[in-house]
């Protein structure tokens, strides 16, 4: 089985480059270079959330928000701190969906309350259990992502996200996957991303040096 290096590798370079592979560490840029293209890549991924879900009419239609909260906090890591195991593809994707997926269904799971007065006066319980589940779940999945404790707990806090019920799932996939195609393509002009796609490369063992005889 061959491994994510080794199979970007075997990609054309105008393809591969995309993708975050180099043959090479790449130089790093200065940082007045950094806090440009943070500042582009970000404007730029909100900028496209936001056009998709407040001028499609389909999205409108179905009362979708113009974006979802915690997104803002993504783009601190998927463009300014792209180097870092929790801005990852995996995390990102993962990550979100699984604590949306995890909001839903506790937040569901209160909704069934005998009354809605009751439902109501325990949707903090519900934020609070989302977000806490979503945390353990994200660490045995590997998807750890900060942000995403907020997509957890928004359908008990936000009457526009828990009236999407279910539908909130496909919307936090299409959302954290515009920010990724933007994160490919603005953060690989002059930086590297992703650092990797679903697990960081094995570090190279270190040979114990042989001792000086005497």
């Known amino acids: 089985m061959i491994s994510e290096k080794e199979f970007l590798a075997r990609l054309p370079p105008a393809i591969s480059h995309w993708l975050g592979y180099r043959e090479s560490a790449p130089k ?12 582009i890549a970000a404007f730029c991924g909100l900028c496209v959330v936001q056009a998709i879900f407040n001028y499609s009419s389909y999205f409108i239609g179905r009362g979708v928000p ?15 701190a792209i180097e870092a195991p929790l801005a990852q593809p995996r995390a990102l994707i993962g990550g979100h969906f699984l604590s949306a997926l995890v909001g839903i269904c506790i937040t569901k799971l209160f909704s069934l309350m005998p009354d809605e007065e009751k439902f109501n006066s325990l949707r903090w319980l519900a934020a609070s259990l989302s977000s806490s589940v979503a945390i353990v779940v994200m660490q045995l ?25 279910w539908y909130y799932l496909p919307v936090v996939l299409l959302s954290s996957t515009m920010l990724l195609v933007v994160a490919l393509i603005v953060n ?13 490369p094995a570090p190279k063992p270190v040979l114990p040096q042989a001792s000086n005889s005497k």
């Open 141 to 165: 999945t590997e998807t750890t992502h900060p942000p995403a404790g907020a997509t957890a707990l928004l359908p008990a806090v936000d009457e526009a996200v828990w009236a999407l019920s």
């Open 28 to 39: 790093p840029p200065s940082k007045y270079l950094i806090h440009f293209w943070s500042f």
């Open 188 to 200: 690989n002009i002059q930086r590297r991303y992703p650092v990797f796609w679903i697990s960081p």
């Open 66 to 80: 113009g974006i979802i909260a915690s997104y803002g906090a993504s783009a601190v890591l998927v463009y300014g």
